[in-house]
């Protein structure tokens, strides 16, 4: 009898156990992952990001940290899928809305990612990252993934806003570098009376025009104007931002930009001031890598320096477009969450030191790289840098949804003379003004 009243005992334990590890389970809650990957376990994790071009600086660094990541984890299999740019953003935007999303995916902080984490199909990382990996970051780099105090993704990088011109040509015409309105002007008529297109500029691509008009934004109403239009607290069409668009256009007219550049993709302007064809040049801090590669002709010719300041206006030569806006997120529907935040995690951090290496960005992980190693045009930069005192992110991604549509359609008309600057900013104050109460 004794004996008897154990086994039941034992058997009601046992009952009891898996009830109870039965309602843990069903408590579990969104996001959260059930337990260590098994490593007899075939998994397969899919990534889409936006490094098409295998020889850039990017696209090498996920190549590397693959092969890296699936020695370790044999089990696991990392498929890639990469688009341009702006294919990718529409690609993803799709996918969001109807389609079926990869386990890991390149995305842009602020309002960009807003729209995707709104949804609930992104996963929140503050409980899945593996331990120590957010106290890695420089303070505040998360800033732009954060959406209702939870974190939402990874920065890879950050990056500034940078006038880039071609010292060899400089030299040889004998024209003055210039670091103000008046000098670019000057600089522009220069080169157009010798021969050459000034500045390049990939029309066909808007953001890329967007990058001139960004900085400009924020040289005529400093950072601080343009984050409080972009919270609706000034409007888009005051003065300020009305006499960037008047900059804008002034460049234009001054036949500052390459011949047909209304038709020319960003990578095919670039391409021409990459080859020595073209003197000036603003972009992103992430080109030193391809002006400084080794199978480039403009090697150590390029120098890095603020965009011209405008004399008079709010924003001075210590005020950058930029800021840590790339990054990878995990979406909320992956089949192996555990799996996908730990490759995401360990890439964003691999990424960010290989990148900042080659010259491809600013790393936000802390890193004890030798400056030596370092990318000199990089350097220049992290020097030009060091004096800022604020950024802004690009509109494009401070806007979020159809807003983004909104501003890069219309600056479009704007640089190809369909609109004049005062109806460009009417627009905008119009079409984006209801969405920033």
């Known amino acids: 009898m004794k004996k008897r009243s154990s086994i039941i005992f034992l058997l009601l334990m046992l009952v009891s156990i898996a009830a109870i590890l039965m309602g843990c389970n069903s408590n579990k809650k969104d996001g ?44 696991v299999k990392i498929e890639q899928d990469a688009s341009d740019t702006e294919s990718y953003k529409t690609k993803l935007k799709v996918a969001f809305s109807s389609g079926d999303l990869p386990d890991v995916f390149f995305t842009y902080g602020a309002g960009f990612s807003k729209l995707f984490v709104d949804t609930g199909r992104v996963l929140a ?49 004998n024209i003055e570098l210039p670091t103000d309105w008046d000098q670019f002007l000057a600089a ?38 343009v984050m409080k239009a972009m919270k609706g607290e000034k409007k888009f069409n005051d003065p300020e931002f009305l006499k960037a668009a008047e900059d804008l256009v002034e460049l234009v007219n001054a036949d500052a930009f390459n011949d047909g550049f209304e038709g020319l993709g960003a990578q095919e302007a670039q391409a ?16 030193t890598g391809d002006m400084q590669s080794d199978i480039n002709s ?63 960005g600013i790393t936000v992980w802390k890193s004890t790289i030798d400056e030596s190693e370092l990318n000199p045009l990089l350097v220049q930069i992290n020097n030009n840098v060091k004096d800022a005192t604020a950024f802004a992110l690009a509109w494009d991604t401070q806007l979020a949804g159809a807003d983004v549509d909104v501003y890069l359609s219309n600056l479009q008309y704007l640089a190809g003379g369909g609109i004049t600057p005062q109806e460009f900013v009417d627009k905008l104050q119009e079409q984006l003004s209801v969405s920033m109460k």
Not at 275 to 284: A, Q, T
Not at 312 to 324: H, L, P
Request: aromatic share 12%; hydrophobic share 35%.
């Open 32 to 75: 959260e992952t059930t337990g260590a990957i098994k490593e007899d376990e075939e998994i397969t994790l899919s990534i889409w990001h936006i490094w098409t071009d295998n020889e850039s600086g990017d696209r090498r660094a996920i190549d590397e940290y693959i092969e890296l990541y699936t020695k370790e984890h044999p089990n």
């Open 272 to 287: 021409e001031f990459l080859m020595g064809r073209i003197p000036m040049y603003f972009n992103g801090s992430w080109m």
């Open 125 to 173: 990382l503050d409980d899945v990252l593996p331990e120590g990996d957010k106290d890695k970051l420089i303070g505040g780099a998360e800033t732009n993934f954060i959406y209702d105090n939870k974190l939402y993704g990874l920065p890879i990088k950050m990056w500034a806003g940078t006038f880039y011109c071609n010292k060899e040509l400089f030299e040889k015409e």
């Open 298 to 360: 403009m090697k150590d010719k390029i120098i890095a320096l603020p965009f011209p300041s405008i004399s008079g206006q709010m924003g001075d030569q210590t005020q950058y477009s930029g800021g840590a806006i790339d990054g990878w997120s995990v979406s909320n529907e992956s089949k192996h969450k555990e799996a996908a935040v730990e490759f995401m995690a360990g890439l964003a951090e691999y990424q960010s030191n290989a990148s900042y290496k080659s010259g491809d």
């Open 188 to 225: 522009i008529e220069s080169f157009r009376a010798k021969g050459y297109q000034p500045l390049t500029l990939g029309g066909k691509d808007s953001w890329h025009i967007a990058m001139y008009f960004d900085q400009l934004a924020i040289r005529e109403a400093g950072v601080d104007g």
